[in-house]
């Protein structure tokens, strides 16, 4: 029974690793926040994505904005991340180099891969509901064995697994309002390890999974039919992973390790020029990253302190309805670093500019696929972390490529 039980464990995370591809990077966002929603959002650096609802992608930004579709509404994508993480001018000083030696790493980053799925159904001129299946949240650098000081670099690997289910009610013509549930599967896995001269010892190596559900809810105001205003909020609760946990060469079945999970508010607004072609939209969005404070385990304590600050972006972008084929649309975003006084080597972060362009081709008035890219540029960090062994300085930086596409279709 015991070897059916690991069986099923071992299927359970191959499964959402094999569905979501999740090998993530942390630039897609500040911290290690996913914008992967949707091609068109990608399109216009997710300005204006909390109401502009041009396709069922929508309800992951706010669950209000299903209000504005009378037809059932299927969106899939897909999103690749092209990541650049680098570390120069770095210095370890350890057991194995007590004068210090050099730390710098070319790449940590990679190539990976997230899809999604929404689904909105109308049931009638005041209710709707939906579903839809994507990631929030997802971090991964991995430096192999050619990196000095792996007890600060090393595997880390975070990933998670966002099912929603919501609802929207129309109040009258200009208010509507929602909210849904969201059941957020979480795996994660930490390896480091501390080379003492005569011997290598497991510094951390866990391997965890685990469940939360959060809710969301949201509003949209509609000035008129070029005009409106969209309102959310994302609940996101404390994620509790369980798995076998080892610290300095001392196993812990079954541990446990909670990961806080921040909040988030989303203010969006959207305009289309009275008798034109040109709509501009702009979101300002907050994330609660003060609840990231620490990485607690339940047999050992505090396995990292992060001390993270609760953060903004600000993004702007235009759309131009070219013709009945083609819509064009470009963004900026301004996304600010999570990271305060505790930087790091294995998590870095900065503040990061977003330049975004895409389109949507329509097939006709009820499907259309939509193509999306972002240069995700980024600062160089300054990083210093230390252990009751060893220490390392550097300066980190991370830049990204992102592009995305969507086919949606309405019934």
Known sequence: MRTRMQGLHLFKKSLLVSTLSLSVMQVNAAGFQLNSQS?????????????IADNASVMGRNAAAMALFDKTALSLGVNFLKTDISISDGVYTGPTAPSGANSNYDDAG????????????????????GANLYSNFGTRTDFDNSFTGSEFGGLTDVK??????AASYRINQQWSVGAGIDIIYGVGELKRTLDIGVAEITALDADVDGFAVGFNLGAVFELNKNN????????????????DVTRNNVTTEDDSLYLGLPDMAEFSGYHRIKDTKYAVHYSVQWIGWSSFDTL?????????????????????????????????RTGYMYDMSAQDEVTSISVPDSDRQWFSGGFTYHF????NVDFGATYLLGKNVSVSESTALSSITGTTHADALLIAVQYSHEF
């Open 228 to 243: 409106r205003f969209g309102l959310s909020y994302h609940y996101s609760p404390e994620l509790e992973v369980e798995g």
């Open 39 to 51: 091609a068109t959002g990608l399109g216009r650096a997710f300005a204006g994505d909390a109401v």
């Open 364 to 367: 006709s008035e009820s499907s």
């Open 160 to 165: 998670s697994l966002n099912l929603g289910l």
């Open 110 to 129: 990679g190539v990976s891969v997230s899809p999604n799925i929404h689904v909105i159904f109308p049931i009638n001129d005041k209710f709707a509901i």
């Open 296 to 328: 607690e385990s339940d047999a050992t304590g505090t396995v990292s302190t992060y001390k993270w600050k609760d953060t903004m972006h600000f993004s702007l972008g235009g759309t131009y309805y070219l013709n009945e084929t083609w819509t064009l």
